[in-house]
Nanobody, 124 residues
Framework: QVHLVESGGRLVQAGGSLRLSCAAS????????LGWFRQAPGKEREFVAA????????YYADSVKGRFTISRDNAKNTVDLQMNSLKPEDTAVYYC?????????????????WGQGTQVTVSS
């Protein structure tokens, strides 16, 4: 089991950058596939980015490709999301998620462990 805690969310102007971090406690962090999801008011939770256990493979939603970068540090038990060129439509609660089986997935339903979320607000 892994416990995930996100941080770094805040109010930022459009065009700005923000770095979210997710710290994990628990065993065998390096065996977890990790992802970032987001949920805007009135909308379903959506996939943002994910990384394989080693960090060699990364996947992105089309809406963030080229602007966001996911990275993990297995020595520090962290996974970060660097967000550049932010847009008002990026406003949402961002969640870190983990699963310790199978392959990288873009489906929120396939992730077993979730953080509490961190609010990102992008003003126009």
């Amino acid at each position: 089991q892994v416990h995930l805690v996100e941080s770094g969310g805040r109010l930022v102007q459009a065009g700005g950058s923000l770095r979210l971090s997710c710290a994990a406690s628990g065993r065998a962090f390096s065996s977890y596939i990790l992802g970032w999801f987001r949920q805007a008011p009135g909308k379903e939770r959506e996939f943002v980015a994910a990384t394989s256990t080693s960090g060699d493979l990364t996947y992105y939603a089309d809406s963030v490709k080229g602007r966001f970068t996911i990275s993990r540090d297995n020595a520090k038990n962290t996974v970060d999301l660097q967000m550049n060129s932010l847009k008002p439509e990026d406003t949402a609660v961002y969640y870190c998620a983990g699963r310790n089986w199978g392959i990288v997935s873009t489906s929120a339903a396939s992730y077993l462990y979730w953080g509490q979320g961190t609010q990102v607000t992008v003003s126009s």
